[in-house]
């Protein structure tokens, strides 16, 4: 539902076994489960009408969570969020405003900040807007975190920081090297994150994503990530685009993995607080592959065709997750062979969401 942030906010509904749920804005709400009492945490997810967010927002409503999504909905989609449009409360509204951002934090327990601008082409071609988006936008909502005085904030850091390094895998310790003013300003973001735990003892959790790939995310911009785009070219019987020779290689990692990730990093215990941890499954798979293995699944044989290489873009990216096995329990559930033929599968099936 769509509301004012100044009314109550209360909802009363049905477990699927008939157990009731109650929720309150103001402090936590409570589950009632045959004679156990259950306290729900209260959620603000930025960008969470994103592929990621929205993946985040469904499975929190799934476990019965309190949800507020912030988003103006400039990339993401209403469509993404529409199955769950009864049981959470959007604010349509913008992280660059402070009072949008005062506003939302109010009875908030933890911030899953994913908005943001998300693309090295786009804040190549944007380098003003983008930052204003990633850097003054994640500072308002640090800020207002830590007014509201939430439990902990968890952000949605990038493996651009590492830059185009030769060392893999690569680890939380390497020294950045941002090659885009969006690696640039989503590493500003990651010094936030902890510079507002060391000063302000704001808990902060900074997860490095590495080429997240799943449900809901959309092929249609040519800033699209490379996986949705592959998908759907191949799916409408067109070549798909690589840019440079293909041997590119990236981490894919399922969104599963990162939906878990993001709720374990809220609940792990306060050593985790102010850490930067990888957010991935520690191999790697090359672009020519890539084509080859959504080919054999579609039963198509379709090569893709090469176009120059894009500034900004590194040649290999792999990361090394011990850091985030040992802080918050993390171990990627889905890999991806299984991740891709999930996904494949759903753009078989809702590839008219993005027709044009």
């Not at 704001?202 to 449900?215: D, K, M, S, W």
């Not at 293995?293 to 894009?310: C, F, H, M, Q, S």
Request: with cysteine; net charge negative; glycine share 8%.
């Amino acid at each position: 539902m769509e509301r004012s942030l100044n009314e109550p906010y209360r909802k009363t509904g049905n477990l699927s076994n008939g157990d009731s749920i109650e929720q309150e804005s103001k402090g936590l709400g409570k589950l009632l489960v045959s004679g156990y009492e259950h306290v729900m945490a209260f959620y603000l997810v930025t960008g969470g009408a994103g592929f990621i967010g929205s993946n985040l927002v469904e499975e929190l409503v799934k476990r019965g969570e309190q949800v507020r999504v912030l988003d103006n909905f400039s990339t993401g989609r209403r469509e993404n969020i529409a199955p769950w449009k009864n049981d959470i409360e959007i604010v349509e509204g913008t992280i660059v405003d402070p009072e949008t951002c005062a506003r939302c934090m109010e009875g908030v327990d933890f911030v899953l900040h994913q908005g943001a601008m998300p693309s090295v082409p786009k804040s190549v071609e944007f380098p003003v807007e983008s930052n204003e988006a990633n850097v003054i936008g994640t500072l308002n909502v640090l800020l207002a975190a830590r007014d509201a005085k939430v439990k902990r904030v968890v952000y949605a850091a990038s493996s651009s920081a590492y830059g185009d390094t030769p060392t893999l895998p690569k680890i939380e310790t390497m020294p950045p090297n941002p090659m885009s003013p969006y690696a640039v300003q989503k590493y500003t973001g990651e010094m936030y994150m902890r510079v507002f735990h060391q000063v302000y003892g704001l808990e902060t959790v900074a997860l490095r994503y590495f080429n997240i790939f799943g449900p809901r995310q959309d092929p249609t911009s040519q800033y699209s990530a490379v996986i949705p785009k592959f998908i759907c070219a191949i799916l409408d019987g067109k070549q798909p685009t690589i840019f440079g020779d293909g041997t590119q290689s990236r981490d894919f990692t399922y969104i599963d993995n990162v939906v878990e990730a993001n709720i374990a990093a809220c609940h792990a215990s306060s050593e985790c607080a102010g850490k930067l941890l990888n957010m991935a499954c520690g191999d790697r798979i090359d672009l020519n592959k890539l084509v080859q293995v959504i080919n054999e699944a579609l039963g198509t044989n379709l090569d893709p065709k090469y176009d120059p290489t894009r500034v900004g873009d590194v040649k290999h990216s792999q990361a090394d997750i011990s850091a985030a096995k040992k802080y918050i329990g993390y171990e990627p559930k889905v890999l991806f062979p299984e991740g891709i033929m999930k996904t494949i599968d759903w753009y078989k099936s809702n590839a008219s969401q993005f027709a044009k």
